[in-house]
């Protein structure tokens, strides 16, 4: 499994990025993605999933109305596409996979993309 994020930078508060995961080493239409993120001092959050048709989405409520996650299978990418971003969005961003193994569950994760939103 790997997972390669793409997309973060220093952006103005109000403004907006779009996040990328190419996603390989599995079927990618068959798992629900994940997007975290982690901010110094800070444990790791879940920001927004989306199951595997991509007709399913959820959000944390931080985010909710601002944030928007949607995939394309053709291209095995998932992407995180952040509005009206706020300095308490700075963070770095990490793009998960939960792949099940007999009874286990195993999480995969990207390098992660830094956000930061700053004047």
């Known amino acids: 499994v790997q997972l390669v994020e793409s997309g973060g930078g220093l952006v103005q508060p109000g403004g907006s990025l779009r996040l990328s995961c190419a996603a390989s080493?599995?079927?990618?239409?068959?798992?629900?993605m994940y997007w975290y993120r982690q901010a110094p001092g800070k444990s790791r959050e879940l920001v927004a999933s989306?199951?595997?048709?991509?007709?399913?989405?959820n959000y944390a409520d931080s985010v909710k109305g601002r944030f928007t996650i949607s995939r394309d299978n053709a291209k095995n990418t998932v992407y995180l596409e952040m509005n009206s971003l706020k300095p308490e969005d700075t963070a770095v961003y990490y793009c998960?996979?939960?792949?099940?193994?007999?009874?286990?569950?195993?999480?995969?994760w990207g390098q992660g993309t830094q956000v930061t939103v700053s004047s």
């Open positions: 998960n996979v939960k792949k099940r193994t007999g009874w286990n569950i195993d999480d995969y």
């Open positions: 989306i199951a595997n048709t991509g007709v399913i989405t």
């Open positions: 080493g599995f079927t990618f239409s068959s798992y629900g």
